[in-house]
């Protein structure tokens, strides 16, 4: 299943992704949840829906894809109840024209559009789990390279290594070019 934003109001959920594939997987991978489950094809630069009715916004890798995340986040704010919450897994990698604090939590691009919106915010950092999951990402793919290219699917486990860890590492958070964390924000009202 692809990255989809899950939207909750109460005991239901509404995930949406621009992918109509990833839309297709969920609503079969859940049929027998419908009635507390819908999934739609929807963009995150024009995030839609009833004001203030919902609990929880939960984004799991989506708020890389908005034109304008200030407004994507506008937009999901005011579908918050008062108090209600955005919660949002995001990771930053180091280009070549940032410095080391671009990686700080409070300095990434999230981190900033939240601050720039007037949210007030915590923040959980996963980049040593994130590292650690990526290492053995790399275990199982060259365990599994043998099955890969008996389906003519070497292609992907080649690229399940690339980006994966070597495991041999040890993370040491001032080389790593990668920060993973978890934002949480209440809506203020």
Do not use: W
Not at 2 to 25: E, F, M, N, T, V
Not at 82 to 106: C, K, N, W
Not at 107 to 125: E, H, S, Y
Request: one cysteine or more; charged letters at 25%; proline letters at 3%.
């Amino acid at each position: 299943m692809g990255r989809i934003l899950g939207i909750y109001s109460s005991l239901i959920a509404h995930g949406i992704d621009y992918a109509p594939d990833a839309i297709k997987q969920a609503l079969e991978k859940t049929v027998s949840k419908r009635k507390r489950l819908t999934f739609v094809i929807a963009n995150l630069d024009s995030l839609a829906g009833e004001s203030h009715s919902h609990d929880t916004i939960l984004s799991v890798d989506t708020l890389y894809m908005p034109r304008d995340l200030h407004n994507t986040l506008k937009l999901a704010s005011d579908l918050l109840m008062p108090e209600g919450q955005i919660l949002a897994f995001y990771s930053h990698f180091l280009s070549e024209s940032e410095t080391r604090d671009s990686l700080m939590e409070e300095q990434t691009p999230l981190a900033k559009a939240l601050r720039d919106g007037g949210f007030k915010f915590r923040v959980i950092d996963f980049s040593c789990q994130t590292f650690e999951l990526m290492q053995r990402k790399r275990v199982l793919a060259e365990k599994m390279r043998a099955r890969f290219s008996a389906e003519g699917l070497l292609f992907l486990c080649d690229h399940l290594v690339a980006e994966s860890v070597d495991p041999e590492l040890s993370h040491d958070p001032k080389a790593m070019g990668q920060r993973r964390c978890l934002y949480h924000s209440r809506k203020i009202v």
